[in-house]
């Protein structure tokens, strides 16, 4: 298992196809200002490397099968479908808004409840040879392992897995608990804007019910019958909406030095392959 100590791939590891279709996203997304303006600033390092590293074990390919668990409103999907993949998106929304364009771009859909022990029981084994799984592991409510087996089982013989998730054990989380702060995202919310659905009290928004240490993952990963090929720590990238001085500090290049290691990476990236 090799670890990167970078906290971003240097721009001659990136394809240049991978820029190009992310051009093409941002035009799709250009009318969605929380899209363009936070939402994809902070998360494009990261899948900035997510699909570098897939366009290296798979070049793009219609032949190339992928599943992206918990497309959210389907950024990875297209941008994976405009690189020349077969994709499908699967999650727990329906994409009533979204479904006609999943469509028109040749991506597949099917709703999965991601908290059943086998959320993905309809899909044939081997169906796929990637799955990426961007952020989802810390918003599932019961123990992952049932997910990850099932990960495993739809995915092709020495298939590839790219998982991120959230790194808990960073500074700033730590200057957060010694602040009487929880580091968890979207716990305010769980408590002070409960939702009621059916009878039952929810949480009004997607939060992060556990984060996981990198031992954890690897753990996870390996009793569910995959094989951790690398991990690494990234950071995020700056939002337009930040304050300069933050915007500053995530393009100076000794703080994208530090944003490679545990306690200032915010995420983990983890690229696994099924056993």
């Given amino acids: 298992m090799s670890q990167s100590a970078s906290g971003a791939p240097s721009l001659s590891l990136v394809p240049a196809d991978v820029e190009g279709a992310i051009t093409a996203l941002l035009e799709e997304f250009r009318e969605n200002e929380w899209f363009i303006y936070e939402y994809w600033p902070e998360f494009a ?3 900035r490397v997510m699909l570098a590293d897939i366009m290296t074990c798979y070049p793009p390919s219609r032949r190339v099968r992928l599943l992206d668990v918990g497309c959210f409103n389907g950024y990875i999907s297209f941008l994976l479908a405009r690189l020349g ?3 499908t998106g699967t999650d727990a929304c329906d994409l009533a808004d979204r479904r006609a364009l999943f469509e028109t771009a040749g991506i597949g859909f099917f709703f999965s409840n991601l908290n059943e022990p086998d959320p993905f029981e309809s899909v044939a ?5 990637v799955v990426v799984m961007g952020q989802i592991i810390e918003h599932i409510l019961n123990h992952p392992l049932g997910l990850m087996r099932s990960v495993a089982r739809v995915l092709s013989p020495d ?3 790219i998982l991120t998730t959230p790194n808990p054990a960073t500074v700033m989380n730590a200057v957060r608990l010694l602040l009487g702060r929880l580091s968890l995202w979207g716990t305010r919310e769980f408590m002070e804007m409960p939702k009621f659905d059916q009878g039952r ?3 009004y928004g997607d939060i992060h019910y556990r984060e996981y240490l990198t031992s954890e993952v690897c753990h996870l990963l390996t009793t569910a019958g995959f094989r951790v090929e690398q991990t690494r720590y990234l950071g995020t990238g700056s939002g337009q909406r930040e304050s300069l001085v933050k915007r500053w500090l995530k393009h100076n290049p000794l703080v994208n030095q530090l944003t490679g290691t545990r ?3 915010s995420s983990h990236y983890f690229l696994a392959r099924r056993q």
């Fill in 45 to 47: 390092p990261q899948v």
């Fill in 263 to 265: 306690l200032f990476g």
């Fill in 85 to 87: 993949y077969q994709v």
């Fill in 125 to 129: 084994d081997a169906s796929f040879e």
């Fill in 201 to 203: 009290i929810t949480s």
């Fill in 159 to 161: 298939g590839v897995l």
